[in-house]
């Protein structure tokens, strides 16, 4: 069976890497976890990513004088792995158009809203402000805009009575954990059928 060599980009602890990690390691899988890459020494998911036996690598935004000599070098980081197909998972840097084009169709995101509604932060005060009796999540290819690109799959949860942005973001979390393994798949089997075609 194909595999893509996927690479996932952190900033943080990285729990949705986990999920991702952890379903790679079945031979099923369209994808084999090639590279965790971040912007932060300091992310914890670099050691979670070690003890998974997967390759790690950090790029800090701060020793590059801009944001396009920044994503240079982590687009040769990404080359040197052949790498096939990036998930983003709580990777906090919006990426130039420049790096979206040279990944187009084979980045992929996940965002804590039911898109299009509430791209962007602070997701779940949104949500409640506006009195939604559903939030949610969206796995999504990565376009130019924030959020924008096409959706591959959702999760909805339910809004419950008392909720506060913090209850609701843990239940949110809870269904991004289940989704993005899932997601990603569907998007990995839909590279490997285009390259295939």
């Not at 990513?49 to 790029?59: I, K, L, N, Q």
């Not at 990426?95 to 039911?114: C, D, Y």
């Amino acid at each position: 069976m194909s595999r893509l060599n996927l690479a996932i980009l952190i900033s943080g602890r990285g729990t949705n890497m986990d999920q991702i990690l952890r379903a790679t390691t079945s031979e099923d899988y369209p994808a084999r976890a090639r590279l965790v890459l971040s912007n932060r020494e300091d992310a914890a998911g670099l050691e979670a990513a070690r003890a998974f036996g997967v390759a790690t690598e950090t790029v800090p935004h701060t020793d590059y004088e801009d944001r396009q000599s920044f994503e240079r070098a982590m687009h040769e980081a990404l080359t040197r792995h052949e790498i096939e197909i990036i998930a983003l998972a709580g990777f906090m840097r919006v990426l130039t158009p420049w790096f979206v084009e040279k990944w187009a169709g084979r980045m992929v995101n996940i965002h804590p809203s039911l898109l299009p509604d509430y791209p962007g932060l602070n997701t779940h005060a949104r949500a409640l402000q506006a009195g939604d009796s559903e939030a949610g999540c969206t796995v999504h290819w990565v376009s130019e805009g924030v959020d924008e690109g096409d959706i591959i799959r959702q999760a909805r949860v339910p809004v419950k009575s008392g909720d506060t942005p913090a209850t609701l973001a843990n239940r949110v979390l809870e269904a991004e954990h289940r989704l993005y393994p899932q997601a990603l798949a569907e998007a990995c089997r839909y590279i490997i059928a285009r390259q295939a075609s």
